[in-house]
Each structure stands twice: as C-alpha cells, then as structure tokens.
C-alpha cells in the first residue's frame, strides 16, 4: 500500500476520478473505447476522418457499454514518425468539439503526450482524461500542465520511443520495473498535486512478447499502488503474432486477454470493440458476484 508522506497514514485504495461534472466509478471495471482520427492507426486508421462516421461510431460505443471515449490524433504504432503539434489539433479539435456537442453525457479521454496539445483541447471543449503513453518522457511540461489543469491523467509505462521501441526492449524484470517507473513518477505527480491517476503499463510500447505476457501474468502487481489501472490489449501483436492471424481477426484473442487482465484486477479496458469488452465485464462481474456470496 501506498504511505501519505504528509500523514503517515496508509493511503485508502482509490475508485474514483472525477473529469469536471463527471465522476467515474471503478467499484465495476469499465470500457474505454478507442477513436483514432488519423490516417496511420495500426487497425483503424482512416476510418472516423469524416464527422458522420465519426459520430455514428461514437454512439454505437456508447450504446455498446462505453464509459470512456479515448480520442487519438496521432499514431503512436511501433516505428511510427512524430507529426507537428498543428497536424494534431487539426485532426483532434473538430472531432472533441463534435463528440462533445453531440455526447454531452459521455467523458472524453484525449491520447497525447504533448501538453499543448490537452490545454488546447481543454480550452475548447473542457475538462477532459489527459492519456500520455510517453508517462511524460516526451514532454517535460507534461506534470506541471496535469496539475495547473487538474485534469485526471493516465500514467503509462514506455520504454524508448514510439519510432524505436520495439528494436531490442531489454528487461532483467518487466514487472518490477515497470513498478519501479510508477513510483517514481507518481510521487512526482502527487507533490504537484494531481490526485487523480490511472496507471496504464503500456502493453507493446516497448516490450517483447514475453515481457507482455509477463505484464499480464502479473498484472495484479500494481495493486500495490492502490491506484485504478488500465489495461489496452485491443488486436494488438502479442496477440495476433502469438495466434499466428492478423490484428482483424484478433477479436476473440483480444476478448481472452482482456478477461486475464479483469482477473488480474484491471479496471479500465481500452479497446476498439467495445461490445464485447464489455460482454467480458458482466461476466466476471457474475463470477465476482458468485464468489462474494
């Protein structure tokens, strides 16, 4: 368990973060859905540019069980390049703008490491999930900014760079390194003052597929940090490559290993279908139900 440094006291676990009027509860795990508006996604780039497509997705999720949208504007795949802070917004902007106005009712996540990049979309649109897969190593203003804002804020874990993280990702000890990384940099965040954060271990930034499977087999590890935890697995290569198929055929892959990661203590599920996350979710709701009886 985490220890106060101010009180001493041990630090109670933490089931909620709030996003302006919204306060999320994570007593029952949730699903995140993934909207990618760029061109260059790994699976489901180009396909939301256009804003009725866009929206007309977004309300399925929403009606499929979504909690979360998480809105990307930059592809963030193995091997893939930077894009201009301009290019960006470009792309986020009018879809955040859109999905706000049309889904007031919905808390909207913006993946981006760049902190100008969360003030601008704050700006126009309001409180949002600032979700950083760099954990602020791409961005030194990243911390400060979260705090300035108030903004909750997923911590993930990389190692290296999205242009070079998969060429040779060496561990002694994923887990415990990983759990190294998030004590670090949560005492950081918490002597600025951010009191919401979610820990993401960063699945595939950075990670062999051993070292991924590790991660999951351990996943309850970061219970320790008495912190919600998201996980995102959705049709990614440890899965595909580990079936020998393709990421669209990685669905029922994808359902297996999210059902692990609820059973590891994952609270946040981070997918691109989310229909059957969420199917996964009642399910081990009824076993966790069943057990407490």
Same mark, same amino acid.
């Given at each position: 368990?985490?220890?106060?440094q101010? +009180?001493?006291k041990?630090?109670?676990?933490?089931?909620?973060?709030? &996003?302006?009027d919204?306060?999320?509860?994570f007593?029952?795990p949730v699903?995140m859905?993934?909207?990618?508006?760029?061109?260059?996604?790994?699976y489901?780039?180009?396909?939301?540019? *256009?804003?009725?497509?866009l929206?007309?997705?977004?309300?399925?999720?929403?009606?499929?069980g979504? +909690?979360?949208?998480?809105?990307?504007?930059?592809s963030?795949?193995?091997?893939?390049?930077?894009?201009?802070?301009k290019?960006?917004?470009?792309?986020?902007l009018?879809?955040?703008?859109?999905?706000?106005?049309?889904?007031p009712?919905?808390?909207?996540s913006?993946?981006t490491?760049?902190?100008?990049?969360a003030?601008?979309?704050i *700006?126009?649109?309001?409180p949002? @999930? @600032?979700n *950083?897969?760099?954990?602020?190593?791409?961005?030194?203003?990243?911390?400060?900014t &979260?705090?300035?804002?108030k903004m909750p804020y997923?911590?993930?874990?990389i190692?290296?760079?999205?242009?070079n993280m998969q060429?040779?990702?060496?561990?002694?000890?994923v887990?415990?390194?990983?759990?190294?990384?998030?004590?670090?940099k &949560?005492?950081?965040?918490?002597?600025?003052?951010v009191?919401d @954060?979610?820990?993401?271990?960063?699945?595939?930034?950075?990670?062999?597929?051993?070292?991924n499977? *590790?991660?999951?087999?351990?996943?309850?590890?970061?219970k320790?940090?008495?912190?919600?935890v998201?996980?995102?697995?959705?049709?990614?290569?440890?899965?595909?490559?580990?079936?020998?198929?393709?990421?669209e +055929?990685?669905?029922?892959g994808?359902?297996?290993?999210?059902t692990?990661?609820?059973?590891?203590?994952?609270?946040?599920?981070?997918?691109h279908?989310?229909k059957?996350?969420a199917?996964?979710?009642?399910?081990?709701?009824?076993?966790?139900?069943? @057990?407490?009886?």
């Amino acid at each position: 368990m985490l220890i106060s440094q101010s +009180t001493g006291k041990f630090l109670k676990r933490k089931n909620k973060i709030t &996003v302006g009027d919204f306060q999320l509860d994570f007593t029952i795990p949730v699903v995140m859905g993934i909207v990618n508006v760029t061109p260059d996604s790994f699976y489901d780039g180009g396909k939301f540019t *256009d804003e009725a497509v866009l929206l007309n997705h977004v309300e399925k999720m929403i009606t499929d069980g979504a +909690t979360i949208i998480d809105l990307g504007g930059i592809s963030t795949r193995p091997g893939s390049s930077m894009i201009s802070t301009k290019v960006e917004l470009e792309r986020l902007l009018p879809a955040a703008t859109a999905i706000r106005k049309n889904f007031p009712e919905i808390p909207v996540s913006i993946d981006t490491f760049r902190s100008w990049v969360a003030v601008r979309v704050i *700006d126009e649109i309001g409180p949002v @999930i @600032i979700n *950083d897969i760099s954990g602020g190593s791409l961005d030194s203003k990243m911390f400060e900014t &979260v705090a300035r804002l108030k903004m909750p804020y997923i911590l993930s874990h990389i190692q290296g760079t999205p242009l070079n993280m998969q060429e040779n990702p060496q561990y002694k000890d994923v887990v415990r390194e990983v759990s190294n990384y998030f004590s670090e940099k &949560v005492k950081k965040l918490s002597k600025l003052g951010v009191e919401d @954060i979610v820990l993401d271990p960063g699945f595939g930034f950075g990670k062999t597929l051993d070292h991924n499977y *590790d991660l999951l087999n351990r996943l309850d590890a970061f219970k320790v940090f008495q912190l919600p935890v998201m996980v995102g697995l959705s049709r990614k290569s440890m899965i595909w490559k580990a079936l020998e198929i393709t990421p669209e +055929t990685a669905l029922n892959g994808t359902t297996v290993a999210n059902t692990m990661a609820l059973l590891g203590g994952a609270d946040i599920l981070r997918v691109h279908d989310v229909k059957e996350a969420a199917e996964a979710v009642k399910i081990f709701c009824e076993i966790k139900a069943t @057990i407490s009886k």
